[in-house]
């Protein structure tokens, strides 16, 4: 079984950074796409950034300068280098693999359970 488990949220003021990180575990073959969405009150969940398997990245214009994402094959986790932060930027952020789970099957799309970040003005 497959767990996508998110670290790193919180409480930071306007201009700082926090730094995210999710683990993939479980019955894990292959990784191809991980990456990070988020969701605001009262708003549709949106992509942030996302990352392949060959390393091309992918962000939203909300973040681009802001923000890094990037990946540990060896660890199946993901990062995402959150920088000069916005209140814009408060929403539950939630991690997205896509995952082979073993040999010779299709890949399956899994979530984290979604992490707070809050940024304060």
């Known amino acids: 079984q497959v767990q996508l488990v998110e670290s790193g949220g919180g409480l930071v003021q306007a201009g700082g950074s926090l730094r995210l990180s999710c683990a993939a575990s479980?019955?894990?073959?292959?990784?191809?796409?991980m990456g990070w969405y988020r969701q605001a009150p009262g708003k549709q969940r949106e992509l942030v950034a996302d990352i392949t398997s060959g390393g091309s990245t992918n962000y939203a214009d909300s973040v681009k300068g802001r923000f890094n994402i990037s990946r540990d094959s060896a660890k199946k986790t993901v990062y995402l280098q959150m920088n000069s932060l916005k209140p814009e930027d408060t929403a539950v952020y939630y991690c997205n693999a896509d995952i082979r789970s073993r040999p010779w099957v299709p890949s399956y799309d899994y979530w984290g359970q979604g992490t707070q970040v809050t940024v304060s003005s």
């Open positions: 479980g019955r894990i073959f292959s990784i191809n796409v």
